[in-house]
């Protein structure tokens, strides 16, 4: 989590927003902006982006790459494949805070941008709505632990496993 003149941004890489522990530690520190580059240009990409941005209260800035055969230098070492003009087909989007509706973008198949105006109010009223970390978390009946790793490279579980609770 990084404070910005332009608001608290957040993030995760790739399919790193997949996995809801790591999100959950991000949504904690109470992002306002939250960025996500992948190489992911899936429909299903998409659909978690609005989830997130509903899940955190953050607007969602979706940065898939989109990557043309002619991106690849001619002396590229390895050999691309045959009629293969697309390895990356973009989808750049940004998805607000209250409802998850794509509010620019996604821009598929060339360079682009995509830019909209992300009035941060609307994620104070996305949390009041619903906070998955605030009234709605129910971590006294939720809680959360996982074993610690241990120091010496051994595996939990052992004489020195320890438990972390949320």
């Not at 198949?109 to 709505?129: H, I, N, Q």
Request: hydrophobic fraction near 35%; charge should be negative.
């Amino acid at each position: 989590m990084v404070g910005t003149p332009l608001g608290r941004v957040g993030d995760l890489i790739c399919w790193e927003n997949r996995l809801p522990l790591a999100r959950y530690a991000v949504y904690r520190e109470g992002p306002q902006l939250w960025l996500a580059p992948t190489g992911d240009d899936s429909d299903g990409w998409l659909a978690s982006m609005r989830h997130i941005a509903i899940e955190s209260g953050a607007f969602v800035i979706s940065v898939p790459q989109y990557i043309p055969a002619t991106a690849f230098p001619e002396d590229f070492p390895v050999p691309l494949p045959e009629g293969k003009e697309v390895f990356g087909n973009g989808g750049a989007a940004i998805v607000e805070p209250r409802s998850g509706d794509v509010v620019a973008g996604p821009l598929y198949g060339k360079e682009g941008m995509v830019l909209a105006d992300c009035d941060l109010r609307a994620g104070l009223g996305a949390k009041r709505w619903f906070d998955s970390v605030g009234h709605y978390s129910r971590e006294e009946v939720l809680p959360f632990s996982f074993p610690t790793r241990r120091r010496d490279g051994g595996s939990p579980g052992s004489s020195r496993e320890g438990t972390v609770a949320g």
